[in-house]
């Protein structure tokens, strides 16, 4: 079962590292940090950089939670798995098939592929398509769209790369 686990914003990777560097091998299956490609433009040139799909957390696959509650415990990085009621939850089994969805193996949300037509914006291929209804903005200047889900028991939106054909 995949855990969410809050840490400190921009240290997501270096958390899950420590985490996974203390746990026993036997106790989870994977530690990571999924990200996004965005698309930046300096002094005219186009560059691919990746950032964190949720900024401030990482995922645990692990089926039981003790031994890591454990460690975080002892580890100075302040970070709780989330929980409901005082339970630690795992996320639900839709919120892990749609993040399964939008990334690729290597827990990456890639560039799709999208057109323009008097309907609106249409994604052709990458991990947005079909995923319209979730597309809350299109930014055709910075190749970039707003996409909003409900996650972990609130709504998290983040930008997502667009390459227009």
């Known amino acids: 079962?995949?855990?969410a686990i809050w840490t400190e914003t921009g240290k997501e990777k270096e958390a899950a590292a420590e985490l996974a560097f203390f746990l026993p091998e036997e106790s989870f299956k994977s530690c990571w940090v999924p990200t996004r490609v965005v698309r930046l433009k300096r002094r005219g040139v186009l560059k691919d950089v990746e950032k964190a799909l949720f900024p401030g957390y990482f995922f645990i696959d692990c089926d039981d939670p003790g031994p890591v509650i454990k460690i975080i415990r002892k580890l100075e990085r302040f970070r709780i798995i989330l929980k409901?009621?005082?339970v630690y939850t795992p996320i639900?089994?839709?919120?892990?098939k749609l993040i399964r969805r939008l990334t690729d193996r290597h827990g990456r949300v890639n560039v799709s592929l999208c057109t323009m037509n008097e309907d609106g914006l249409h994604v052709m291929d990458g991990p947005?398509?079909?995923m319209e209804p979730y597309i809350k903005k299109v930014d055709l200047h910075r190749?970039?769209?707003l996409?909003?889900?409900d996650m972990f028991g609130k709504k998290?939106?983040?930008w997502a790369a667009v390459e227009m054909v």
């Not at 639900?92 to 892990?96: H, I, M, R």
């Open 128 to 130: 947005l398509k079909n």
């Open 156 to 158: 998290h939106s983040f």
């Open 84 to 86: 409901q009621g005082g």
């Open 1 to 3: 079962m995949w855990y």
């Open 147 to 149: 996409v909003e889900l």
């Open 92 to 96: 639900t089994p839709e919120e892990e």
């Open 143 to 145: 190749l970039r769209v």
